[in-house]
């Protein structure tokens, strides 16, 4: 039986755990972030990737940071033929790379070389790509710059956001995973250096790039609320008040008007211009302090007071 230490942490990663379980890998220890304070009430949570090994009776570690620390120490000491990688979230020493009989491996949520780093499905959707996939590579130092073992892609629809990605993306993962091990346990894989001149990043988004700029194009704002959805949320400023995009409609006409002016409302509409003389209309958003609301109740008793072509997002 092949033994494996697996290190992951969010929703994406516990798919591809349970798989490795349920194949008949022997799991001897997962390693994962440690559990942290969710919700206004702070309740201290697990990570996905602790429930399942909880639930199979498998020792959990949950180093603050990997390096040096005595969770480290214990995942070299028990020696196993592989270690397996699903959004862990730090870099790992090679001194525990090297700890692996066989070899480390990572499930990265790319078309290696494209997006290196921690938020490779953001940026897929943020910059409107058509398609996405998963890498397994071989593990190194360096960032996600490991040998390519196997690659699958699929599509992103106008209709996907990275909840939906990851979801998608986790079974593709765990099911390329599971047809890559056996073949690289055999030596039957010859693995595929990256090029280089071709690397991209998407480094972990900055609070700072969750406002949306209204002078690009609808199209790339729709693709930004999608990118950062379900979390962190981009935002605007709408009258003056920090307001959350939850979702929004590039819509099939034109205007002159300036980005961020009111292009057309109703009871149940509300539409801005935007850059590339594009128009969008807003669906739901959440003004800061409120609940998320539609834009239909957020027009209630309100809408009466807008003015075509008046300066009201920025």
């Known amino acids: 039986m092949t033994s494996v230490i697996f290190m992951g942490t969010p929703k994406f990663s516990a798919p591809i755990l349970s798989s490795l379980i349920e194949r008949g890998y022997d799991v001897l220890a997962v390693v994962t972030q440690p559990d942290r304070r969710v919700g206004r009430k702070h309740v201290l949570t697990a990570s996905p990737v602790k429930e399942v090994a909880v639930a199979h009776n498998i020792e959990v570690l949950q180093p603050q940071k990997i390096s040096g620390s005595e969770e480290m120490a214990r995942a070299i000491e028990l020696a196993p033929d592989l270690i397996v990688t699903a959004a862990f979230g730090q870099f790992l020493p090679t001194k525990l790379l090297k700890a692996a009989k066989v070899a480390a491996v990572n499930v990265h949520a790319s078309l290696l070389p494209k997006y290196r780093g921690g938020a490779p499905v953001h940026y897929a959707i943020m910059n409107g790509d058509k398609e996405t996939g998963v890498?397994?590579?071989?593990?190194?130092?360096?960032?996600?710059?490991?040998?390519?073992?196997?690659q699958r892609a699929i599509p992103i629809t106008d209709q996907d956001d990275v909840?939906?990605?990851?979801?998608?993306?986790?079974i593709v993962g765990r099911d390329l995973l599971l047809e890559t091990l056996p073949k690289l346990l055999a030596g039957e894989i010859t693995p595929v250096p990256q090029d280089e001149s071709q690397v991209t990043f998407s480094p972990t988004i900055k609070s700072e790039e969750e406002r949306i700029d209204l002078n690009l194009s609808a199209h790339l704002i729709d693709c930004k609320v999608r990118a950062l959805r379900p979390a962190p949320i981009a935002h605007i400023y709408l009258n003056g008040v920090r307001t959350k995009l939850w979702d929004v409609t590039v819509l099939d006409e034109t205007t002159d008007l300036q980005p961020g002016a009111l292009v057309s409302h109703d009871k149940h509409h509300l539409a801005i211009a935007t850059g590339e003389h594009g128009v969008l209309s807003l669906n739901e958003i959440q003004p800061a302090g409120k609940p998320k609301l539609t834009i239909t109740d957020f027009l209630n008793g309100t809408s009466d007071a807008l003015t075509i072509g008046e300066q009201v997002a920025k």
């Open 163 to 170: 909840g939906t990605m990851f979801d998608k993306l986790s």
């Open 135 to 150: 890498s397994i590579m071989f593990m190194e130092k360096k960032m996600d710059a490991g040998a390519v073992l196997a």
